[in-house]
Nanobody, 114 residues
Framework: QVQLMESGGGLVQAGGSLRLSCAASGILFSISNMDWYRQAPGKQRELVAGIDRGYSTNYANSVKGRFTISRDNARNTVYLQMNSLTPEDTAVYYC????????WGKGTLVTVSS
């Protein structure tokens, strides 16, 4: 059974940093592409950042230069380092894995206060 477990969310002041983690189990992580999505209240879920199995990365324009996605295949974990956070970054952040199928975590809430 494939499981994705996000952690690291919380409340932070504007300008602060958080690091999200997503640990995968039950699947061959190293050949999977990994994404972070987020969904703010009243808005659609949007892609924040992605990293493929070759370690190529991509970012939404809104987070370029502030967020960094990385992966540790030995730990079956993908990370999202978030710096210079703003209230507009407030959302539930979801981990997404693409292999033969697509899987989602349950999300972790990030709240940025002004």
């Amino acid at each position: 059974q494939v499981q994705l477990m996000e952690s690291g969310g919380g409340l932070v002041q504007a300008g602060g940093s958080l690091r999200l983690s997503c640990a995968a189990s039950g699947i061959l992580f190293s050949i999977s592409n990994m994404d972070w999505y987020r969904q703010a209240p009243g808005k659609q879920r949007e892609l924040v950042a992605g990293i493929d199995r070759g370690y190529s990365t991509n970012y939404a324009n809104s987070v370029k230069g502030r967020f960094t996605i990385s992966r540790d295949n030995a730990r079956n974990t993908v990370y999202l380092q978030m710096n210079s956070l703003t209230p507009e970054d407030t959302a539930v952040y979801y981990c997404n894995l693409q292999n033969a199928r697509e899987y989602w975590g349950k999300g972790t809430l990030v709240t940025v206060s002004s």
